[in-house]
């Protein structure tokens, strides 16, 4: 919470102090008869700052295109296991069926987890396979003959388990604190030049300097946003994994009929 609350309302009134302290110590300058020239460098720190920018909302926008990649490929494999579990004898469907009810009740009591989440998400994963394990090995004692099905369920749900652990470790990914940090110093730097120059030159700069804290206000909160999807505004699409979760229940719905 208290990252939203820094992102829109302390962040933009930093900015704008930003550049009411430049403007006061432009004013001072002037004072001290001290004069300005421009050196051509000014345009050049901006052009950087907005590189820095665009870097930083790129690379926060790769990893959200990741994670919803990683969703549907999960939902894919969640497909195949759940198509496949149809065709197995009653005994060994229900086994699956059980590891399935489990693998979507771990899924929904954790989306949009946060970094610190995903660990004991990923245990909780484990733990289900493994249970899985025990029920095909003591499965396959009582039917020597099942053993290319055990085969196949071992090989579908290990590439699901792998995908989803993928997933969950993608919360842990975002764009590391240095190059936040760069950035929201860097944009009071340039808070402080606009006011400085803004007083020198003695320009009425309201528009600029509203669209420069808009612009970084926004753009910068966009990255933070994208990087914490479990606070964030912008949520991952879990539609196809819901899709599918709510095909198995329906088909667990049938065929208890």
Known sequence: MFQYIFFLFIYPGL??????????????RMHLNKSWKNIGLESSLMSIYAL????????????????????????????????KSKYYEDELKQGVHKYLTTFFSIH???????????????KQI??????????????????????????????????????????????GKNTPTLIISILIVYSFLMGF?????????????????????????????AIWDQDHPGIGFIKPNYESITEVSDLFKAYLLRDHI
């Open 15 to 28: 900015l704008l102090l930003s550049v009411f302290v430049g403007a006061k110590y432009a004013a001072h």
């Open 126 to 171: 484990l733990s289900n396979d493994q249970q899985l394990d025990y029920f095909l090995l003591d499965y396959q004692k009582k039917h020597a003959e099942s053993k290319s099905e055990i085969s196949e369920i071992t090989t579908n749900t290990s590439a699901l388990r792998s995908a989803y652990i993928r997933l969950t470790q993608n919360y």
């Open 193 to 221: 030049l606009i006011g400085y120059i803004k007083k020198i030159h003695n320009n009425q700069t309201f528009i600029v300097t509203t669209i420069f804290i808009i612009i970084s206000s926004v753009m910068i909160g």
């Open 108 to 122: 929904n009591n954790n989306l949009n987890p946060d970094a610190k989440k995903s660990e004991h998400i990923i």
């Open 52 to 83: 820095l920018l665009s870097f930083g909302l790129v690379g926060s926008s790769d990893h959200a295109n990741q994670r919803n990649d990683q969703i549907y490929a999960v939902a894919d494999k969640l497909s195949l296991v759940i198509k």
